[in-house]
C-alpha cells in the first residue's frame, strides 16, 4: 500500500501548488472579463458576481495522481430585487434535489418579465429558475469572452473552451514551456452557482437525457465544499500531526480506480456511481466522528483503512449512507452550520441505487480489499493506467 500511494498516488505539493496557482490567474481573467462584460446588457439580467470559489479534492489536499482536472464554482447574480428561494423538489428528481423559486421583494412587477421568459420555467403556476436555461446562457457568455482572454494569456498559456448541451463547460489550459515548470494540460470545470449565503450555493445538475422527466431542467444541487472544507481543517485541528485519514481517503480512491479497470458494463460505471468520491469522502467523515481521532495516526494506517472499507460495506449491504450535512444534527458545535442545513430534511445518497446493484458493489470492495495486493499489480502495469488527457 505504501508503495501504491507514492509511486501512483501520492501528488507533488510543488507541481499541484504551481497547478493551482496557474488555474487561478487564468480563471480569474476569464471571470473578471465575463463580469465587465455582463454589466452591458441591463440590470434585468443575470451576470457574474465577480469572484469563484476553488472546491474539490485539488483544493481539500486528497487529489490522486495526477493535478489535471480542477472544479470551480463561479458565483451568478440575480437582478435586483430578486431573492433565490430554494425548495425541495419532491417528485420532479432525486432526493436531495432543489428547485429553485424567485421572490420578488416587492411582488412580481411586469417588468421582471423579460427575465422571467428567458431563465425561468413553470412549475405548478409558479416560476422557477431553470438550472438548463442558466447552463446554457453561462456557455455562450464564456465563449464570447474567450477571445480577449485567450489574447491577454498567450504568452503564457494556450487556452480553449469545451461546452456541450446540458454539460459544464470545460476550460482547457496548456501551460507555454518557458513560463512554468510543470508542463501539465490542466482541464477545469466550470460551474455556474447560485448563492444562498452562509457559503451555501445551488448548482447546475447534470442533463439526464433528452427524454428526462418533466421539470428536470428546473433542478438544481445543493453545494456543500465550503462546510466539507472548514470541517476538514477543524479535523486538522484536532487530529495527530501524522493522521492518516486523508491518505486513507487517497488509497480508497486508488483501489477503486484500479478495480474498474477489470469489470465489465454495465456494472463498470455503476461502480464508479455508487463509489463516487463524494460517497467516499462522506463514509470517511462519518467514520471518523466515531471514534477518537488519536487512533488515526499514520503506524495505524492498515486498521483504520480497513475500517473504513468495512463501514463502507455494511452501508452499502443496509442501501443507507446519510448526506453529512443535510438534517445532521450530531455535527460537532464547532463546525457552526446555516440553519437552513440543520432544518433540511435527511438525504441517503444511495437511495437512487437499486439494491442488486449495492450487494454487488459491497462484494467487490470487500474481494478488492481482501485482494489488494493483485488488484495492484495486475491493474498498475502501463496498458491500464489512464493516458494523460489532452485538450
Not at 13 to 21: E, M, N, Y
Not at 118 to 140: A, D, I, N, Y
Not at 248 to 259: A, E, M, T, V, W
Amino acid at each position: 500500500l505504501e508503495s501504491f500511494y507514492g509511486r501512483q498516488l501520492r501528488l507533488s505539493p510543488h507541481v499541484l501548488g504551481h497547478s493551482k496557482a496557474h488555474v487561478g490567474r487564468v480563471v480569474a481573467e476569464l471571470v473578471r472579463a465575463a463580469k465587465a462584460q455582463g454589466l452591458q446588457p441591463g440590470p434585468l439580467a443575470l451576470s457574474l458576481r465577480g469572484d469563484f470559489v476553488c472546491i474539490g479534492s485539488a483544493y481539500e489536499q486528497h487529489k490522486v495522481r495526477s493535478p489535471d482536472c480542477f472544479d470551480i464554482l463561479v458565483p451568478l447574480r440575480l437582478p435586483p430585487l430578486l431573492q433565490p428561494l430554494p425548495l425541495p423538489a419532491g417528485g420532479l428528481g432525486t432526493r436531495g434535489a432543489f428547485v429553485c423559486g424567485l421572490r420578488a421583494r416587492a411582488g412580481w412587477p411586469r417588468r421582471y418579465r423579460p427575465f422571467a421568459e428567458g431563465f425561468c420555467v413553470e412549475l405548478q403556476g409558479r416560476s422557477h429558475l431553470s438550472s438548463g436555461l442558466v447552463l446554457r446562457w453561462f456557455q455562450g457568455h464564456l465563449q464570447r469572452c474567450l477571445g480577449a482572454v485567450r489574447y491577454r494569456l498567450q504568452e503564457r498559456c494556450r487556452i480553449s473552451l469545451s461546452a456541450c448541451p446540458g454539460r459544464l463547460p470545460m476550460l482547457h489550459i496548456l501551460p507555454c514551456s518557458d513560463y512554468v515548470c510543470c508542463h501539465i494540460s490542466m482541464a477545469v470545470r466550470l460551474i455556474p452557482a447560485i448563492p444562498l449565503g452562509d457559503a451555501l450555493y445551488l448548482t447546475a445538475l447534470p442533463a439526464e437525457g433528452p427524454q428526462g422527466p418533466l421539470g428536470s431542467e428546473a433542478l438544481w444541487g445543493l453545494n456543500t465544499s465550503r462546510q466539507e472544507q472548514r470541517l476538514l481543517s477543524w479535523l486538522k485541528e484536532q487530529a495527530p500531526a501524522s493522521s492518516c485519514h486523508l491518505k486513507c481517503l487517497q488509497i480508497l480512491k486508488g483501489l477503486r480506480d484500479l478495480r474498474k479497470q477489470g469489470l465489465e458494463e454495465p456494472f463498470c460505471s455503476q461502480w464508479g456511481q455508487v463509489l463516487s468520491s463524494y460517497v467516499l469522502k462522506t463514509a470517511l467523515f462519518s467514520l471518523l466522528l466515531q471514534g477518537p481521532l488519536e487512533a488515526w495516526d499514520e503506524r495505524f494506517l492498515v486498521e483504520r483503512l480497513e475500517d473504513l472499507v468495512l463501514y463502507l460495506r455494511d452501508c452499502l449491504r443496509k442501501q443507507m449512507l446519510m448526506h453529512f450535512f443535510l438534517g445532521n444534527t450530531s455535527l460537532p458545535e464547532a463546525v457552526a452550520l446555516p440553519r437552513f442545513l440543520k432544518e433540511a430534511a435527511p438525504v441517503n445518497l444511495l437511495a437512487a441505487f437499486d439494491g442488486a446493484v449495492l450487494d454487488l458493489a459491497a462484494f467487490q470492495l470487500i474481494n478488492t480489499w481482501i485482494q489488494a495486493p493483485h488488484v495492484i499489480k495486475m491493474y498498475s502495469s502501463p496498458r491500464y493506467l489512464r493516458p494523460v488527457p489532452t485538450p
